[in-house]
Every structure is written in C-alpha cells, then in structure tokens.
C-alpha cells in the first residue's frame, strides 16, 4: 500500500499564529483530502486536492503531485480548529491510505 | 441533502459474539466504504461496495465481512468478536461513476465499539 507521513505529529500555537502541516506520500494518487477530526470522531472534509491549489477562508492547500507532497496552511488560528488532521490519499477505486495525523493545539 | 448516517453509534459486546453496524449514505451516493480507526493502528481500510458488489477489500481477516443493499445502504458485520475489534468504524460515502475514478469522501459520525 501507499505510504503516508504526517509532519508534525503535534503541534501548539498560540491564537492568531499561522501553521503549516505536511503530507508526503510514497506513490502516485489520483485521490488526496485533507480531514480535520472532531472531538467526537468525525472526519470533517476540507479540501479535496490530487493536484493544485485551493483556499477556503483561513484555510488553504497545495499538492504537488509530482514530487508526492501536499501543505494545509492555517491562518490566524482559532480554538475552535484545535484537534486532529488527516492527510487520506489514494489511486485504486476509494481505498485510502491514512497518514497517523497531526495533534493541533490552539491555546487563547 | 442528508450527511451520512450510521447506527449504532455506541454499541458494548462481549468476546465471542457477533455485531452488525449499518450506514446509510449521502443520497444518490453508490459507493460505501468502511474503516477502522484504533489508537494503535490509525485509520485503515476494511472495504468498498459499489453496486451491491464488494470492489477493494483491505487486510482484515475474514471475521469482517459487509454487504450493500439496491438502496445503497450498508452493513459491516464482525463474528466472534475479539478485544481487539474495539474501535471507532467509519463508513464513508461517495458518487463514485462506474469509470472507476475517484471521488470526494463524505464520512459518517462512526460507531464506536467496545469489547469486552
């Protein structure tokens, strides 16, 4: 299966401070999303994105596939965005391939 | 449009018995996907149905098995449990066209079993 790593496994910021969370992947995929999980286990989807770049408020992502890496860009950051971020990739049918997350903490 | 939805959303077995998680999807989504989620081993797949017909199966041994019904819906079921069946199962839903690409997952709110 595909290889996934996360960087870093935790992390801690201050409100207000920016944060940049890494992917990197061992294969080519045609399927990449970046999950936020809540405190109650749901996988929250915020980008999907094989390829590119997209931005949805304080949040953006950038994949580059050839190189097999993909960044989450937190800006300004809440409480409200403390938990846990998944990086899921693919390249057969659904099946994903899970990163182990990164731990975020946003302390007022 | 309704997310997805799974029952139980808790559920406490004992070794040895039998338990059956359902999950309905998105409306007008034909592929469902279970995973696995234990603090040891993350996230990781158990399979896919897409038209009533199971199309990826991940690395679980046979005490896992699903089903898909016409209406989409989809059940995982898991015989003689055993302590280390407890987790939080997922199921995801997506579009998924019959070319095969893929598509955006939308993930239910799990069902977290415990075993005893």
């Known amino acids: 299966g595909i290889q996934v790593e996360q960087s870093p496994p935790d992390l801690i910021l201050q409100e207000g401070a920016n944060s940049t969370l890494r992917c990197n992947f061992s294969d080519s995929v045609n399927n990449l999303q970046w999950f936020h999980q809540n405190p109650w286990g749901q996988l929250i989807n915020l980008f999907y994105i094989p390829s590119g770049t997209k931005q949805n408020g304080r949040l953006s992502a950038t994949t580059v596939a050839t190189e097999r890496y993909s960044l989450l860009y937190i800006s300004s950051s809440q409480t409200t965005d403390s938990g846990v971020y998944f990086c899921a990739v693919g390249n057969t049918g659904n099946q994903f391939y899970f990163g182990t997350g990164t731990s975020l903490t946003v302390i007022p | 449009k309704a997310g997805v939805t799974q029952t139980p959303r808790y559920l406490i077995k004992t070794r040895g018995q039998q338990v059956t998680l359902s999950c309905s999807p998105i409306s007008g989504h034909r592929s469902v996907s279970w995973y696995q989620q234990t603090p040891g081993q993350g996230l990781q797949f158990l399979f896919e149905y897409f038209s009533e017909t199971q199309r990826n199966k991940g690395n679980f041994p046979g005490r896992f098995s699903g089903r898909q019904f016409s209406n989409s819906r989809s059940e995982m079921n898991v015989s003689t449990l055993e302590l280390g069946d407890s987790a939080l199962y997922l199921c995801?839903?997506?579009?998924?066209?019959?070319?095969?690409?893929?598509?955006?997952?939308?993930f239910g709110p799990g069902t977290r079993l415990t075993v005893l």
């Open positions: 995801a839903s997506s579009p998924r066209t019959s070319g095969g690409f893929t598509d955006t997952q939308y």
